[in-house]
């Protein structure tokens, strides 16, 4: 697909990824709000941690995927780990545009310690 050889998708999460014949991709994760793999490539003999996330508007939901991450990466912790996605989540309520906001607070405290 997309004149690449290989690809994988993952229906819950909404992602697709798509890579050429000089990596190998095995993936060691399959969540509801994420995907997580571990990317080789051929001129480079350190592979590398990448989980795309596609996060919940529930804040239980998206404790729960905190929670998987965090699992993750304690089993992987000596691997370079790119996380990259829609984590339904403001860090700051000056990043909201147009809407008004009321924010709990307690489940972001969890979040700026895993970062």
């Known amino acids: 697909?997309?004149?690449?050889?290989?690809?994988?998708?993952?229906?819950?999460?909404?992602?697709?990824?798509?890579?050429?014949n000089d990596n190998t991709v095995s993936i060691i994760h399959e969540g509801s709000?994420?995907?997580s793999?571990?990317?080789t490539n051929i001129g480079n003999p350190i592979p590398f941690l990448v989980?795309?996330?596609?996060?919940?508007?529930?804040?239980?939901?998206?404790?729960?995927?905190?929670?998987e991450l965090r699992l993750l990466i304690s089993s992987n912790s000596s691997s370079?780990?790119?996380?990259?996605?829609?984590?339904?989540m403001l860090l700051?309520?000056?990043?909201?545009?147009?809407?008004?906001?009321?924010?709990?607070?307690?489940g972001l405290s969890v979040t700026l310690r895993f970062q």
């Open 37 to 39: 793999m571990i990317i």
């Open 51 to 67: 989980s795309i996330v596609h996060g919940s508007s529930d804040r239980i939901q998206r404790t729960q995927l905190w929670d």
């Open 92 to 106: 700051l309520t000056s990043m909201s545009i147009g809407v008004t906001l009321t924010l709990t607070l307690s």
């Open 33 to 35: 709000q994420s995907l």
């Open 80 to 88: 370079p780990w790119i996380v990259a996605g829609d984590f339904k």
């Open 1 to 20: 697909m997309f004149n690449f050889p290989h690809s994988y998708a993952h229906s819950p999460n909404r992602s697709w990824i798509f890579w050429t």
